[in-house]
């Protein structure tokens, strides 16, 4: 059965840090695929990366990076230089490769920029 | 363009009471999920359908809770005689197919509460 955990429940930064947020996910899968969504405070949940299972190269987006390593099980995700907006509550997700295409989600982390 | 829409987005209940939440996927997505998300959690499936039919329930709880979707659009998520540990975010997501490389679009959720 997959799990996916987030270590860290709440992260405060002040505007302008880097910011890492963790990711450790299970599953017997070998075909699989990665998410991250935001929450920001108004609810809604808002899809940032899909990764799948055979492609370890990192990703960056503008300020977001994401560094997915399968010999830890880890798909980290950083933000540089944090701005107030980034306040949200990030959600990993891992979806197995079998018929059912369920998403499981870890806990969530809380992140809140300061200015 | 129009995104997945939920209704209604806040339904407060007493215990006891039967009630319906919709999901209006985007147009011509194939595939609609329904997730549950309890307060400082992640969101947590409860079952799938392609087209019309549901393909997976296995996260539904309990026989009190039903899903359907009869012409393959619009999904109805009906709890019977709901109990206070039924509150919670109901989320629902589509995707153009039941396919891992395909995201979840995920509608803005109905908060329930059932006093």
């Known amino acids: 059965a997959q799990k996916v955990t987030q270590a860290q429940t709440e992260i405060s930064v002040v505007e302008k840090e880097d910011v890492t947020l963790d990711c450790v996910y299970e599953?017997?899968?070998?075909?699989?695929?990665l998410f991250w969504y935001k929450q920001p405070p108004s609810g809604e949940l808002v899809f940032l990366i899909r990764?799948?299972?055979?492609?370890?190269q990192n990703e960056i987006s503008g300020r977001y990076s994401w560094n997915f390593q399968k010999s830890t099980s880890s798909f980290n995700f950083t933000i540089t230089a944090s701005q107030v907006v980034d306040s949200a509550v990030y959600f990993c997700?891992?979806?197995?490769?079998?018929?059912?295409?369920?998403?499981?989600f870890g806990k969530g982390t809380l992140l809140t920029v300061n200015p | 363009g129009a995104g997945v829409s939920q209704s209604p987005r806040y339904k407060v209940t007493k215990r006891g009471q039967d009630v319906a939440l919709r999901c209006d996927p985007i147009?011509?997505?194939?595939?609609l999920y329904w997730y549950r998300q309890a307060l400082g959690q992640g969101p947590e499936f409860l079952t799938y359908f392609n087209y019309e039919a549901q393909q997976d329930k296995s996260g539904l709880p309990n026989d009190r809770f039903s899903a359907e979707r009869p012409e393959g659009s619009i999904s109805t998520l009906t709890i019977q005689r709901t109990e206070q540990r039924d509150s919670a975010m109901y989320r629902c997501?589509?995707?153009?197919?039941?396919?891992?490389?395909?995201?979840?679009?995920f509608g803005p959720g109905t908060r329930l509460t059932v006093l």
């Open positions: 997700a891992e979806e197995g490769g079998g018929s059912n295409y369920k998403l499981t």
């Open positions: 990764r799948n299972s055979f492609d370890e």
């Open positions: 997501a589509s995707s153009p197919s039941g396919h891992s490389y395909n995201e979840q679009f």
């Open positions: 599953t017997r899968d070998t075909t699989y695929y």
């Open positions: 147009s011509g997505h194939v595939s």
